[in-house]
Each structure stands twice: as structure tokens, then as C-alpha cells.
């Protein structure tokens, strides 16, 4: 895959490549969406791990403060928090080896995206997953 701000394509190879998807800013309340679009990830076969420093655990397992906690590599570090907030999780993703930076809608930073280009991590701003998975039938 190479790195890039994802079009159609790269978001198909992403969605259809990836295993592990750590939701950075994971709710623990059912009627937040990062906790509904986890969930929906679960469904649709993903290994989703919590990333949330100030929720200890979501249905009874464990969330992690950051990323470096979780226990396997990461394939998209799926962002739920301010813009403001990417730039050091964009770092987080490049310390960890994660292969994409995925940013939900209204959630976008050029300097970051710029960052994990240059690092080799594909990039999606501005995009919910779950749409995108949807849109393009994957599964």
C-alpha cells in the first residue's frame, strides 16, 4: 500500500486489509458515537481496542491511555477527538507502527496529514468509517 491522503481505493485496501482498529477517544456511553461506530467495527470483524485515558474499561474490557498500551500492532488508529488533538496522536500512530490515520468527520489537520504521510502512514480525514465501509460495500 502506499501512503497517501485515501481515495476510494485506498480506503477500500484499508477497510478490507485491516484487523486491529484502535478507536482514540472511545466513549464509554452507548449513546456516543465512537462508541457506536466501535461497536459497529466489532460486528463487522474487527479486534477494536479502546484508547481513552480517562475510562478505565468499556464492557468489561480493558481500555488503554494511549496508544503504545495496546497489546498488538495497530492496522488504523481510528480518531475521535479534536483537531487540535492530532498532531500528538498522529505522533503516537508513527511511534507505534500503525499503518493508517483515520479521522472522523469534522475531524481534519493538514500539518498532521502531512506528518503521517512523510511517515509512510495512509491518512483519511474528515470521513466516518462506518460510512465509508457502508459506501463501499466492503464485507
Same mark, same amino acid.
Given at each position: 500500500?502506499?501512503?497517501?491522503?485515501?481515495?476510494?481505493?485506498?480506503?477500500?485496501?484499508?477497510?478490507?486489509?485491516?484487523?486491529?482498529?484502535?478507536?482514540?477517544?472511545?466513549?464509554?456511553?452507548?449513546?456516543?458515537?465512537?462508541?457506536?461506530?466501535?461497536?459497529?467495527?466489532?460486528?463487522?470483524?474487527?479486534?477494536?481496542?479502546?484508547? +481513552?485515558?480517562?475510562?478505565?474499561?468499556?464492557?468489561?474490557?480493558?481500555?488503554?491511555?494511549?496508544?503504545?498500551?495496546?497489546?498488538?500492532?495497530?492496522?488504523?488508529? +481510528?480518531?475521535?477527538?479534536?483537531?487540535?488533538?492530532?498532531?500528538?496522536?498522529?505522533?503516537?500512530?508513527?511511534?507505534?507502527?500503525?499503518?493508517?490515520?483515520?479521522?472522523?468527520?469534522?475531524?481534519?489537520?493538514?500539518?498532521?496529514?502531512?506528518?503521517?504521510?512523510?511517515?509512510?502512514? +495512509?491518512?483519511?480525514? +474528515?470521513?466516518?468509517?462506518?460510512?465509508?465501509?457502508?459506501?463501499?460495500?466492503?464485507?
Amino acid at each position: 500500500m502506499f501512503p497517501k491522503i485515501a481515495d476510494d481505493s485506498v480506503m477500500r485496501d484499508v477497510l478490507t486489509c485491516a484487523q486491529v482498529i484502535a478507536v482514540v477517544g472511545h466513549s464509554d456511553k452507548p449513546d456516543r458515537t465512537s462508541y457506536q461506530i466501535a461497536q459497529f467495527l466489532r460486528r463487522a470483524g474487527y479486534t477494536v481496542y479502546p484508547v +481513552n485515558p480517562l475510562v478505565k474499561e468499556i464492557d468489561q474490557k480493558p481500555s488503554y491511555s494511549s496508544l503504545r498500551d495496546v497489546p498488538e500492532p495497530i492496522d488504523i488508529v +481510528n480518531v475521535f477527538r479534536r483537531s487540535q488533538y492530532l498532531s500528538e496522536i498522529v505522533d503516537e500512530a508513527i511511534a507505534t507502527h500503525a499503518k493508517t490515520i483515520w479521522a472522523q468527520l469534522g475531524i481534519s489537520d493538514e500539518l498532521s496529514a502531512q506528518k503521517a504521510i512523510a511517515a509512510g502512514l +495512509n491518512v483519511v480525514m +474528515n470521513a466516518c468509517i462506518k460510512i465509508e465501509y457502508l459506501r463501499l460495500g466492503i464485507g
